[in-house]
Every structure is written in structure tokens, then in C-alpha cells.
């Protein structure tokens, strides 16, 4: 499907993926200052790894345009498809990931949930086993701001579907 396919049916037939506001036309000092915030938080954490949260995030707050951008990144950075399908039932799947890697995507579900209003020590405490301080607070800096984005792009509705690789890194 091109891209004016994508958006006539979209249009057409997903009126829920209409979008309804360019957020970064109409706020471009906002979106300037969360692609700074973005390549900040990147710093330190393996690119594999930082994928992983952001799709992880992404599903659960189900951003689709993130979901977009992100598989397509972890596939670039050297992900395999059957370790990002399995993601969205990590918990049962959890022989596909490091113990690391489980650590930072138990984090990412707390931070991103928060449905008792915080994280729980034992979900910190595990990541903190597995991470340095300066990791960890990358980490938890790139859950957040991944968390901003799918704001955005919920709120917003923005059309996934043609987004390449590596375009905003």
C-alpha cells in the first residue's frame, strides 16, 4: 500500500486513525525540545534494549504510530521479529530475553502503568541488580520519554504506516 493508499483508507475506513492535530506544525518548540529530551535519554542504553522498552511502552498504551516506528527501529538495530512478536506476552515468553532485559521491560510496565501511583521496590530493585546507576537512570528517562511520545501520538492520532528506519535518530 503507498502512502496516499494508507491515508485514503485510514480516511475511509479507520476513521480512528484520522488524524486530528500536526501537535509538532502547531507546538514546534515542544516537539523540538522532546527530540533533544529523546536523544538524551538514548545515551548509554544498547539500542536493542532501548527498542524493547519503547515497544513495549508503545503496546501498552497503544500507540500505534510508535509501534510503527519502533518495530521498524529494533529490526534495524538487529532485533529479530520472533523476540519482538513475543513482547506482548513477555511474561510467558520469558526464555526469549535476558535477565537484564526482563528486568528494564518489568520497569517499563511499572512506569508506564503506575496503577498504584508507583513503582514497586521489588520491580526497582531487580532493575537496579541489572543496571548501573547512570544506566539505570537512562533507562528510566527513556521509559519516560517514550511514555511522552505515545501521548502524543494517541492524543493526536497519528497515522502509523510510513515511517522509515533510522528517520528520526
Known sequence: MTTEQTAEYANEYAPEHTPRL????????????????????????????????????????????????????????????ERIIQLGAWEESR????????AAIELTEAVTVLTDGFVPDEVYEKAAKHFEEAELAQLVAAITVINAWNRFGVTCRMVPGHYTAGQHQ
Open 22 to 81: 500536526n501537535w509538532a506544525e502547531h507546538a514546534p518548540d515542544v516537539y523540538k525540545a522532546m527530540l533533544r529530551l529523546d536523544a538524551a535519554a538514548r545515551k548509554g542504553l544498547d539500542p536493542k534494549l532501548r527498542e524493547l522498552v519503547k515497544v513495549r511502552a508503545s503496546q501498552l498504551n497503544h500507540c500505534a504510530f510508535c509501534l510503527d516506528m519502533h518495530t521498524k527501529d529494533a529490526l534495524a538495530a538487529g532485533e529479530s521479529v
Open 95 to 102: 526464555h526469549f530475553y535476558t535477565e537484564k532485559e526482563l
